[in-house]
């Protein structure tokens, strides 16, 4: 069963609002939630050459770089290198995803004067008991003294931040905790419902058919260079292009692409390898304004 052609697929703007760039495949947690830890490809670093190549084909565009996919972005090293580089355009933007466990003050300081515009700091929990169960290889008291910490730098330098805590079953408890800690410090704190990443166990009769938001105005690239349809796609199912071979726009208003979006836009997901093994967004409403 199709459905109707949304009205949000009927037009894209000519270049992605926002770019995840995966700099590095590493991450210092092993999360029990994430598949990282299952990530076999590589390279674990990206080029400097790739990275930039990235970058400056889409300076000028307003665009969002979020230095990161399917690891934490402070366990790179050339992270304050390639946040310059970005700043350099005064229209962009760069929004981190991470852990807060390696953001001592001074590396904070550092990336605030670099211009950094948005940190989401995923936590999960309060107590040092649930933490463990979450949060497994991080320090629980580093990562708040730290984030703690950034809050409060952060409000001088016009940097957002958000505190989010993952909904599972070991941290129902210490949601309003959670709430009352974060809610003075940070500009928001938000309490994030638990997805399933595609092909995590899902067959196809749990498959949602349903367009995606992923495919509207957001790009994803791998360390090796590759694109991939969404951030969710730990192990390539959906390429898109390669920034080896062609330009970011090149990819963004290529052929495959624009097919993937017609497909999705009928929420035909099981048409695409991908995305035939998806359940996210099952709940959004997706009828165009007016059908009732």
């Not at 509207?216 to 390429?239: K, N, S």
Request: glycine residues 6%; hydrophobic residues 35%.
């Amino acid at each position: 069963m199709t459905m109707e052609n949304p009205d949000r697929f009927s037009d894209f703007p000519p270049a992605p609002r926002f770019i995840q760039i995966e700099t590095t495949t590493a991450c210092n947690a092993v999360c029990p939630f994430c598949r990282q830890k299952d990530l076999q490809r590589g390279p674990v670093k990206m080029e400097d050459r790739l990275w930039r190549k990235i970058i400056a084909e889409t300076r000028g565009l307003g665009v969002a770089y979020r230095p990161f996919l399917q690891n934490e972005p402070l366990c790179d090293a050339r992270l304050e290198e390639i946040v310059a580089y970005i700043k350099q355009d005064p229209t962009a933007r760069v929004e981190l995803n991470t852990n807060g466990e390696l953001l001592p003050e001074k590396r904070a300081r550092t990336l605030l004067a670099l211009g950094l515009d948005e940190v989401r700091f995923s936590i999960d929990a309060v107590s040092a008991g649930v933490y463990e169960k979450t949060r497994p290889g991080i320090d629980r008291d580093a990562v708040y003294e730290r984030v703690t910490r950034f809050c409060e730098l952060a409000k001088k330098k016009s940097c957002m931040t958000r505190v989010r805590m993952i909904e599972m079953p070991e941290n129902a408890g210490e949601r309003d905790e959670f709430k009352k800690y974060w809610e003075p410090l940070a500009d928001s704190v938000e309490l994030v419902p638990l997805y399933r990443w595609p092909w995590s166990g899902q067959s196809e009769a749990d498959t949602v058919l349903k367009p995606c938001l992923k495919i509207l105005c957001e790009m994803f690239f791998f360390t090796d260079g590759r694109a991939v349809l969404c951030c969710w796609d730990i192990d390539g199912r959906g390429v898109i292009g390669d920034a080896n071979a062609s330009t970011v726009l090149e990819i963004w208003n290529g052929p495959v692409v624009g097919n993937f979006r017609k497909i999705l836009a009928r929420g035909e997901r099981r048409k695409i390898h991908l995305c035939s093994r998806c359940d996210a967004y099952a709940h959004l409403d997706w009828k165009p304004p007016g059908k009732g």
